[in-house]
């Protein structure tokens, strides 16, 4: 009678089992505890995170403390002269952006706005004995031209192979465009506050 009993209760256990030999289990701690989860193998895997952008030439080597020395000398020099931030808006918002986002600013920043800025800063600056000034010209020339370059590779991928229907997208052919002068007269509002009594910003002066 207990062998009956015995063998009824693993044919109800491989009953509870078998819907689980189409799915792979694995180990996944939650805090102390171990729990056993079930993965269908006829389910997608999820997406690996798209690996880090390598650094531009602009932006390698520039670390922190370089771009606070950088950052420092802009500042000063910008207090310097009193309509500086209102009339070299591109400079100006240059300086604010890489306070927020770092060395990654001479990335993200429009290309135009980083040439106007480099004009404007050539033009304000006569002595290069500073070092961040020097360096931040440098920076700033160095990514006008690698972004140029960037520009023509896509452009020249887009022309030998043109889009033949909307649908029909690549996303190895897909690259983001240049911000707007929307965008940067929202980003410039946003992070370059005008002083007060000066004329509204306008970023194409």
Not at 90 to 119: F, I, N, S, T
Not at 190 to 205: I, M, Q, R, T, Y
């Given at each position: 009678?207990l062998g ?9 256990a ?31 895997a ?8 390598a ?24 207090k ?7 009339v ?32 404007q ?34 452009d ?33 509002a ?16």
């Open positions: 009678m009956t009993v015995a063998a009824m209760a693993d044919q109800l491989m009953k509870r089992w078998l819907p689980l030999l189409g799915h792979h289990l694995r180990l996944e701690r939650r805090g102390i505890n171990v729990h056993v989860v079930l993965q269908d193998p006829a389910a997608p999820e997406a690996a995170p798209p690996p880090p952008r650094p531009s030439r602009a932006v390698r080597g520039l670390d922190e403390a370089r771009v606070e020395l950088i950052g420092s000398q802009l500042r000063a020099l910008l310097r002269h009193p309509h500086a931030r209102s070299l808006r591109h400079l100006g918002y240059m300086e604010a952006a890489l306070r927020k986002q770092g060395a990654e600013a001479l990335d993200e920043v429009p290309v135009d706005v980083l040439k106007a800025a480099l004009q800063l050539e033009s304000l600056v006569t002595n290069w004995q500073q070092e961040g000034l020097a360096e931040l010209r440098s920076r700033l020339a160095v990514a006008v031209v690698e972004r140029a370059e960037e520009q023509a590779a896509a020249a991928v887009a022309a030998a192979h043109p889009k033949t229907d909307a649908m029909d997208v690549d996303a190895r052919r897909i690259h983001v465009a240049e911000a707007s002068a929307s965008d940067f007269e929202a980003a410039q946003k992070w370059v506050a005008p002083a007060p009594g000066s004329p509204p910003l306008d970023p194409k002066s």
